[in-house]
T-cell receptor, first 116, second 112 residues
Framework: GAVVSQHPSRVICKSGTSVKIECRSL??????MFWYRQFPKKSLMLMATSNEGSKATYEQGVEKDKFLINHASLTLSTLTVTSAHPEDSSFYIC????????????FGPGTRLLVL | GDSVTQMEGPVTLSEEAFLTINCTYT??????LFWYVQYPGEGLQLLLK?????DKGSNKGFEATYRKETTSFHLEKGSVQVSDSAVYFCALSESLNNDMRFGAGTRLTVKP
């Protein structure tokens, strides 16, 4: 099956710094990528949907200036958490969907972010 | 590492048919198990979950039982409706770090 990777898998940073998370589709072209955040003991929350070459669409309540999403190519999307604070500590998962796949998504392994 | 395997789709059923989507897992600890659903054009929604062996999660007529002996969490519904057409994802979350692992998803289409 299709493979989606995320890098880094874990990151620890100081409060106030920015962190970039990469999501790559390794063997298919992802026209659409999704970014999710998991809250402790809760389900995932969709943060934004990004389509290659266009601006991301953010869900209500998600600060687009804080969570910068770039989908520069058909195989790469990045999420940058700017000026991170401890409350941004979470598990971030991306998923990717190829053109014509009719909604089938492939999930990355996730990135654990800890902000001190 | 931990992983989830679910039956490949697509699955096409007639309205009122019985649904089973198989899901098995491998884990080193004692994970919580989940089924998520994604309707067309929407993000993931939690459908049901079970946190320990023999627990049964249920919601909207769907059920799944946490079977530790067979490492399975199969999703079932006795009578599907057209509105159940969606993609279903099985997932697990380890108790220690809560990181989620997803299956590949199974697309269900229910025809009237």
């Amino acid at each position: 099956g299709a493979v989606v990777s995320q890098h880094p898998s874990r990151v620890i940073c100081k409060s106030g710094t920015s962190v970039k998370i990469e999501c790559r589709s390794l063997d298919f072209q992802a026209t659409t990528m999704f970014w999710y955040r998991q809250f402790p003991k809760k389900s995932l929350m969709l943060m934004a949907t990004s389509n290659e070459g266009s601006k991301a669409t953010y869900e209500q309540g998600v600060e687009k200036d804080k969570f910068l999403i770039n989908h520069a190519s058909l195989t790469l999307s990045t999420l940058t958490v700017t000026s991170a604070h401890p409350e941004d500590s979470s598990f971030y998962i991306c998923s990717a969907r190829s053109h014509g796949s009719e909604e089938t998504q492939y999930f990355g392994p996730g990135t654990r972010l800890l902000v001190l | 590492g931990d992983s989830v395997t679910q039956m490949e789709g697509p699955v096409t059923l007639s309205e009122e048919a019985f649904l089973t989507i198989n899901c098995t897992y491998t884990a080193t600890g004692y994970p919580s198990l989940f089924w998520y659903v994604q309707y067309p054009g929407e993000g993931l929604q939690l459908l049901l979950k079970a946190t320990k062996a023999d627990d049964k999660g249920s919601n909207k007529g769907f059920e799944a039982t946490y079977r530790k002996e067979t490492t399975s969490f199969h999703l079932e519904k006795g009578s599907v409706q057209v509105s159940d057409s969606a993609v279903y994802f099985c997932a697990l979350s380890e108790s220690l770090n809560n990181d989620m692992r997803f299956g590949a998803g199974t697309r269900l289409t229910v025809k009237p």
